[in-house]
């Protein structure tokens, strides 16, 4: 099969994907090379309107009427850049996880933050969603990077100003190890 064509499963008599699972039928596409790299978003801005918007089309489109909690966003946008980095924010080294923390994978996060208040609690979702969703998304169960997460929220966590920091500070015995 050519490069950039996807096959049609009707050509071998197969039922149309459209009758199937309601996607359409499949046809060529002309996209990016494959192995294009994304680049993280530079501004912090920038990337908290970006998880601030699909966190809340995915958090409405599973029934949560509550838009994500900006201190809760801002935790999670700051920690994901910091992590992602090797840097935190006053420029002072620390290390980076093995796991991808990249902006799709915070909006997955804050959706996840969302749901579990939501149904959970009937609220947005606090700092201490984040601690728990982190370990199990971000993480993903590998043992080194909860401890760098565990080091994360007690070196540089602990020296963040603002109730919200505290908080997500004081939760950070619920990271799993």
């Not at 192995?35 to 970006?50: K, M, R, V, Y």
């Not at 966590?157 to 505290?166: C, D, F, I, L, Y």
Request: with cysteine; aromatic share 6%; net charge neutral.
């Amino acid at each position: 099969m050519p490069s950039g064509h996807r096959k049609d499963s009707r050509s071998a008599g197969a039922q149309s994907p459209s009758t199937t699972t309601g996607l359409g039928s499949l046809r060529p596409f002309h996209g990016g090379a494959a192995n294009a790299s994304i680049f993280p978003i530079e501004d912090f801005e920038t990337e908290l309107t970006l998880v601030r918007n699909e966190a809340t089309r995915l958090l409405d489109r599973s029934g949560v009427p509550l838009a994500p909690r900006e201190d809760v966003l801002e935790i999670l946008v700051t920690t994901f850049r910091e992590l992602r980095k090797g840097e935190s924010a006053d420029g002072t080294p620390m290390e980076r996880l093995g796991t991808v923390m990249s902006t799709a994978e915070c909006v997955a996060v804050a959706h996840e933050v969302g749901v579990r208040g939501y149904y959970t609690r009937g609220d947005a979702g606090t700092p201490a969603d984040v601690v728990e969703c982190l370990s199990g998304t971000a993480a993903k169960g590998d043992t080194e990077d909860l401890r760098r997460i565990r080091r994360y929220l007690e070196q540089r966590v602990a020296r963040k100003s603002g109730t919200h920091w505290e908080a997500f500070y004081e939760a950070r015995h619920r990271l799993p190890g």
